[in-house]
């Protein structure tokens, strides 16, 4: 786990409360690139970062986590200013913990953001796998529709097109039908005429 903390006291009662159950990396306040760097160099399970109140720099360095490392991140924070709670959980945090941090609601608290940060990440795989599913099916019927204008084809006959092609070449259908598009595109504009 990689604790953030600027305040040796705060620190060490986390510390207290995981001493148990997992190895504790230590660090003062982070940001950006040395934050990213950190989190590369020694690949936590969790971030723990604990601060009075989540400032811009904060909030922002845990957005780059999120996007370019996701892990689960506990925050725990002094006091509540304006809407640091909404703003951190939208950067990616896991769990958000205002004031109270006592040894013994250490590890609940990280037991729960994990949980919480398993069933998020599995939602955000399945949006993505759809998404892609769809774009996918969407240059497929792109490409049958041109084989079926260009060559006569019959809906099936297209498929049965491409999924050979995609056999054969040893290649995703997706991939297949976006060459095809490319080099049906390619021709079509080689006939063109010439605009003046």
Same mark, same amino acid.
């Given at each position: ?21 997992? !190895? ?21 399970? !969790? ?17 780059? !986590? ?10 725990? !924070? ?37 949980? @919480?940060? @398993?069933?998020?990440?599995?939602? @955000? ?11 996918? @099916? ?59």
């Amino acid at each position: 786990m990689l604790l953030i903390d600027e305040d040796p006291e705060r620190a060490r009662q986390v510390e207290e409360g995981l001493i148990a159950n997992a !190895v504790v990396h230590t660090a003062t306040q982070t940001h950006g690139r040395v934050l990213l760097d950190l989190i590369a160099r020694i690949s936590p399970d !969790v971030i723990i970062m604990d601060c009075n109140s989540p400032d811009r720099d904060t909030i922002e360095s845990l957005r780059l !986590v999120a996007q370019s490392n996701p892990k689960p991140i506990v925050m725990f !924070v002094e006091e509540e200013g304006g809407g640091g709670m909404q703003e951190a959980i939208e950067a990616g945090v896991s769990a958000y913990v205002i004031d109270g941090l006592t040894p013994k609601r250490v590890q609940p608290l990280i037991d729960t953001a994990i949980a @919480r940060f @398993r069933h998020m990440d599995g939602l @955000r795989n399945e949006l993505k796998k759809t998404k892609d599913d769809l774009a996918a @099916r969407k240059v497929i019927e792109r490409a049958k529709g041109m084989l079926m204008q260009h060559h006569g084809m019959t809906e099936d006959q297209a498929f049965s097109s491409i999924r050979t092609m995609s056999q054969q070449q040893g290649k995703p259908i997706k991939e297949v039908a976006e060459n095809i598009l490319t080099i049906v595109g390619m021709l079509a504009g080689k006939h063109a005429p010439d605009n003046i």
